[in-house]
């Protein structure tokens, strides 16, 4: 990743991470449910598109939490936040039960042979959950955004850049 090969993060540097962190993951996450959607009570092997899309959503998610947890551990103990502090509390501990929630989620998903109503609920509430878990990146993510044109230039080039090393397969 690219991003790792900075000498440091400064803290406009790191939020932009953040908030391509969250944007790649809710993105994931919501493409992951709507694709297990287009599928509800197709057995497995019969709408393969779809079946094609849902697998590149849902590993996608996992790949992001990767990626992220690269990041959280690389430089996390390094930034000192002036707002926002709870991102770095406990942040990267926090990536290893939601990585644990979508591997059993793929599982799950792997396990069965339709796409049953069930198996939409218990997605809905793995990403519920896993968005509530990461609410201290997405609080951050949000407060940044809507600073608009004022975010500086640091933030934007490190966000772009993160967002690219997120979206490379």
């Known amino acids: 990743m690219r991003i790792l090969r900075m000498p440091g993060l400064s803290e406009p540097e790191f939020m932009g991470c953040v908030s391509a962190f969250v944007d790649s993951l809710w993105n994931s996450l919501d493409g992951t449910a709507q694709a297990l959607a287009r599928l509800e009570s197709r057995p497995k092997g019969a709408a393969f598109l779809f079946e094609m899309q849902l697998d590149q959503q849902r590993y996608g998610a ?3 939490l990767d990626r992220w947890e690269r990041v959280a551990l690389e430089f996390g103990p390094h930034v000192t936040l002036s707002r926002h502090q709870g991102v770095l509390e406990g942040g990267a501990g926090r990536i290893a039960p939601a990585r644990d929630l979508l591997n059993r989620l793929n599982q799950l998903i792997d396990a069965g042979d339709r796409y049953t109503p069930e198996l939409l609920a218990a997605a809905e509430m793995t990403f519920a959950s896993i968005r509530s878990t990461f ?17 500086p230039e640091e933030y934007t080039a ?12």
């Open 62 to 64: 996992v790949m992001i």
């Open 135 to 151: 609410e201290a990146e997405h609080k951050a993510a949000i407060g940044m955004e809507n600073l608009g044109p004022m975010l």
């Open 158 to 169: 490190a966000r772009r850049m993160f967002q690219a090393d997120l979206a490379a397969r």
